[in-house]
T-cell receptor, first 113, second 113 residues
């Protein structure tokens, strides 16, 4: 597609449930990133995928968070046993190898009740 | 880890006024980027800076990459109502890292017509 697509756009879940967030990067972009943005805050790095290299998971806040990417296409971010503090907008971005500045999707707004 | 200090946190200005915001860091970055985020959307890249001392313009926007590589500013001239939004600075860590960006906490701009 022309841009980075994220789904769902909004998700309300009960505390303790697992959620999966999906990101479709721009075709041909080898790098994919996940960021978290809490209300009124900046963007917090979570994880980075680049081609077939091992992902940089240094930003994942706990072992309840995991992410996968199939080749250079779709990525899913999974949050297990959600907590209220997980409520935030989860943004995905992609870029071409060596490119500067990502293209962001519109995000998934996650609300844990 | 790296942190960016972005100021001011918010600004309320009249249409037609000029605006200036800046970011500083204790760490060196090799690229500085400025993004704008509208409500419900992901951040959109405004300007990218690649060299220390570089001054770059994009329409009414001007940004500079500080000589020390630890700071950057963004100016908006002759503000208009559609300039409303949250502006984020971002620094990219030197080569050898995972190309992830570190974001400031944002400057929320309000323009009164």
């Amino acid at each position: 597609g022309a841009g980075v697509s994220q789904s769902p756009s909004n998700k309300v879940t009960e505390k303790g449930k697992d959620v999966e967030l999906r990101c479709d990067p721009i075709s041909g972009h080898t790098a994919l990133y996940w960021y978290r943005q809490r209300l009124g805050q900046g963007l917090e790095f979570l994880i980075y995928f680049q081609g077939n290299s091992a992902p940089d998971k240094s930003g994942l806040p706990s072992d309840r968070f995991s992410a996968e990417r199939t080749g250079e296409s779709v990525s899913t971010l999974t949050i297990q046993r959600t907590q209220q503090e997980d409520s935030a907008v989860y943004l995905c971005a992609s870029s071409s190898r060596g490119g500067y500045g990502y293209t962001f999707g519109s995000g998934t707004r996650l609300t844990v009740v | 880890g790296q942190q960016l200090n972005q100021s001011p946190q918010s600004m309320f200005i009249q249409e037609g006024e000029d605006v200036s915001m800046n970011c500083t860091s204790s760490s060196i970055f090799n690229t500085w980027l400025w993004y704008k985020q509208d409500p419900g959307e992901g951040p959109v890249l405004l300007i990218a800076l690649y060299k220390a001392g570089e001054l770059t313009s994009n329409g009414r926007l001007t940004a500079q990459f500080g000589i020390t590589r630890k700071d950057s500013f963004l100016n908006i001239s002759a503000s208009i109502p559609s300039d409303v939004g949250i502006y984020f600075c971002a620094g990219q860590i030197p080569a050898g890292g995972s190309e992830k960006l570190v974001f400031g906490k944002g400057t929320k701009l309000t323009v009164n017509p």
